[in-house]
């Protein structure tokens, strides 16, 4: 062991990699994190925090249209939005959360290594025309966006570069029916772009409760985003500053930009996984058994790499698993048991547990709870804009399975209810908690009445 330079190498220095670096590296262990672009990963240099931020940005327009129901004289004719401004905030912020987590990962200990890896055998990683021995290797590579092989495919933007966009175009189509298409196309629409999304299915967010996906469809054409749902773009053509994307109906879209969130692929490019004798699925996830093994006993995997939900949250615990079995007393096991995640489109997506549609799938008698109303807020600005609450309830345990929310902060809201959900809350529990008066959130402790 002594004559290895590292106990624990990791590549990629994201939400997994460096949780994992820092946890291992206070249990006493020596690790170096290998990082080729960005300390933080996708989610602090392209995904989570500037989307946030974009979000943030975006929904300042609904607030100053709610701004005069409440006395406040903005003349609207006068206001505009500098959008390199928000891309340069943007930046500065990212590059201080990069130099915190430089700092992070100093002050515990762990050595970081610029560059992108390769694995020579089970123990040696090189970098550049370094190499370095280790007991056991991680791979926490993430994943990276793909769009479908069509023609004109180099015109489309992926989120990675829309994060970077040097001007706002006043069209876009956004393709995809995911969590990062619908955000992008209300961060688009709320900036004032004319957005229309393509979906080839019949409605987005597959996976979602089914009363959210059709209340967000209708919160969202109300904000004016056109939704086109049972198309495909077959081809994007450039056009002078524009682009004519073709669609499946025979139909052409003259846009500022296509934008496309049509899926992501795990980041194993150049790593010599194969060779070494690691598993890969057919999408080319990493395969590993619970404890996030690989099938070479000194290379394990986590995060976005193996094909588990793609979520920030989701590689921080595997990470804190992972290092408790390589480094501390080798107990721990990952619980992917109902995983709370928020979409933030405007209105937001708050979602735990299960779906109405899962629950009947998997064979529970169901309660339904389900509130619709319009959020006390707009009711003096006279915002058009109605909040969604359900709970998906077994009416024979009488626990709660599932919550699900579109409305302002559904995030924030959701993520109290998680922890009554991973508790195993009843609904009679629930009905036994004060609503705190006046929010929206009362109204999860207020449903009475099933509606089915
Ligand atoms: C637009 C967008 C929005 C998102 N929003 C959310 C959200 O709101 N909430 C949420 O929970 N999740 C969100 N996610 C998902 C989240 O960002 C990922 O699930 C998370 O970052 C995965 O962490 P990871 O450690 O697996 O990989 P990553 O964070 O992707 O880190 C992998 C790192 O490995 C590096 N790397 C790759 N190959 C090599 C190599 N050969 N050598 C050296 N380094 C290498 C990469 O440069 C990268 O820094 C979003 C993602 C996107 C794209």
Known sequence: MSDMNYDLIIIGAGSGGVRLARMSARRGAR???????????????????????????????????????????IPMNE???????????KNTEIERLNGIYQRLLENAGVTIIEGTASLKDANTVIVGNQTYTTRHITVATGSWPVVPDIPGKEYILTSNEMFYLPQLPKTAVVWGGGYIAVEFAGILAGLGVKTTLIYRGELFLRGFDGDVRRFTEQEMRKKGINLKFGVTIDSVEAEDIH???????????????????TGRRPLI??????????????????????????????????????????????????????????????????????IPTAVFCQPNIGT??????????AGHRLRIYRSEFKPMKYTLSGRDERCLMKLVVDDETDKVLGAHMVGPDAGEITQGLAIAIKAGATKAQFDSTLGIHPTSAEEFVTMREPVA
């Not at 206001?79 to 905030?89: E, G, I, T, Y």
């Open 79 to 89: 206001v505009s939005f500098d959008w390199p401004k928000l891309v340069a905030n």
């Open 31 to 73: 690790v170096a994190v290998v990082e080729s672009r960005y300390l933080g990963g996708t989610c602090v240099n392209v995904g989570c925090v500037p989307k946030k931020l974009f979000v943030y940005g975006a929904s300042v327009s609904d607030e100053l249209g709610d701004a005069a129901g409440y006395g406040w004289k």
């Open 352 to 361: 735990v547990g299960f779906t109405e549609e899962e629950a009947r799938v």
């Open 269 to 338: 490019d150049g790593l010599g996984l194969s060779e070494l004798g690691v598993g890969l699925d057919e999408s080319g996830h990493i395969v590993v058994d619970d404890h996030f093994q690989t099938a070479v006993p000194s290379i394990t995997a986590l995060g976005d790499v193996i094909g588990t939900p793609q979520l920030t949250p989701v590689a921080l615990a595997q990470a804190m698993v992972l290092s408790r079995r390589l480094f501390g007393d080798g107990q721990g096991d990952m619980d992917y048991a109902a």
């Open 243 to 261: 682009y004519r994307a073709n669609l499946s109906t025979g139909e052409s879209l003259t846009t500022g930009l296509v934008m496309g969130a």
